[in-house]
């Protein structure tokens, strides 16, 4: 395991996107909205269970929350909040950004927003899109983030997806500067090889990579980039005994593959890096980051300090 060789190791970012099992946008052409309440909820133990493994670690996290999720089970966010876990935003209803309209965007973005601060009395000021929706096609929800007061995203994954990505977005920490204003993104992390961007970020490419290729990979972020990397994890992916939905051969794979391997995988990550919330990587960062980029304003090499960055919500 190559590791950085600077007397303190980098602080990497841990996240956590809070949804269950029948919200993911694979079934989404098949679970109604609507029929969410017709399912076995399962999100709240999962929650339970990765709390439970980053407490043992002391490690704090980012944990995007499902505005359905909040709404329906306030208690949960309450106590992710009291574990001293940074609070973010994943939206009201998953919805895939770039198949909405401004419009229908900045009210989505608005009912979650309302839903989180409701029980955790603070402002909620990082986002993850569902699925890093976010591409070259939905920029504009850069403008409805920062009109909503939102400071961070997670949303730009820099690969080739069937789903997501703009492979040739800035790979890492970086300020976005737009008409409406400037947003810090920290982008999914990749491992580039050659002229490729390969995700590493975690989720099913963790499920599916060796453990030895996701920490070797992960490493080289750290040691030879001197960047940290994010790290993000869904709650259902650590119940393999989770009711199996009938769908596409491919989405079926990619949901289901080594779910019985996340548990044990998170052991050996959390075991080999430093990890903290989003907010804290980034504060943790050199003062000035690289930007600007996307529809830029004339330049100014400014930067959003970091007492800025770690005001975001926290627990």
């Known amino acids: 395991m190559q590791m950085p060789t600077s007397e303190k190791p980098i602080l990497n970012a841990f996240t956590v996107d809070v949804e269950d099992y029948f919200?993911?946008?694979?079934?989404?052409?098949?679970?109604?909205?609507?029929?969410?309440?017709?399912?076995?909820?399962?999100?709240?133990r999962n929650t339970h269970r990765l709390l439970r493994l980053l407490d043992d670690y002391g490690v704090r996290g980012t944990f995007f929350i499902l505005g359905w999720v909040a709404d329906k089970y306030p208690a949960l966010v309450k106590e992710i909040q009291k574990s001293g876990h940074e609070i973010g935003c994943h939206s009201f209803w998953h919805r895939l950004i770039y198949e909405m309209t401004p419009e229908s965007f900045r009210e989505d973005l608005r009912q979650a927003s309302q839903a989180i601060e409701e029980i955790t009395s603070s402002r909620v000021r990082a986002y993850r899109a569902p699925s890093f929706s976010i591409t070259a096609k939905s920029l504009w929800a850069l403008d409805v983030l920062i009109d909503g007061g939102y400071q961070i995203d997670a949303s730009i994954f820099p690969v080739r997806h069937d789903r997501y990505g703009i492979p040739g977005a800035e790979r890492f920490p970086h300020e976005i500067r737009r008409k409406t204003g400037r947003i810090v993104e920290f982008p999914a992390s990749v491992h580039r090889v050659w002229k490729m961007n390969l995700p590493v970020a975690g989720g099913g490419y963790f499920r599916l990579y060796p453990a030895w290729l996701s920490l070797r990979w992960l490493g080289l972020i750290n040691s030879r980039q001197a960047r940290p990397f994010v790290f993000y994890v869904h709650p259902w992916e650590l119940d393999p005994q989770q009711p199996v939905m009938h769908c596409r051969f491919r989405s079926r794979w990619r949901h289901y593959q080594n779910l019985d391997t996340t548990e044990p995988k998170l052991h050996k990550l959390l075991r080999n890096f430093r990890f903290g919330t989003l907010s804290e990587a980034l504060a943790s960062m050199p003062c000035r980051l690289p930007g600007p980029h996307m529809d830029p304003v004339p330049k100014r090499h400014t930067s959003i300090p970091a007492t800025v960055l770690s005001s975001s919500n926290g627990g």
């Open 23 to 44: 919200h993911v946008s694979a079934f989404a052409d098949q679970i109604a909205t609507s029929e969410w309440n017709s399912y076995e909820s399962r999100v709240v």
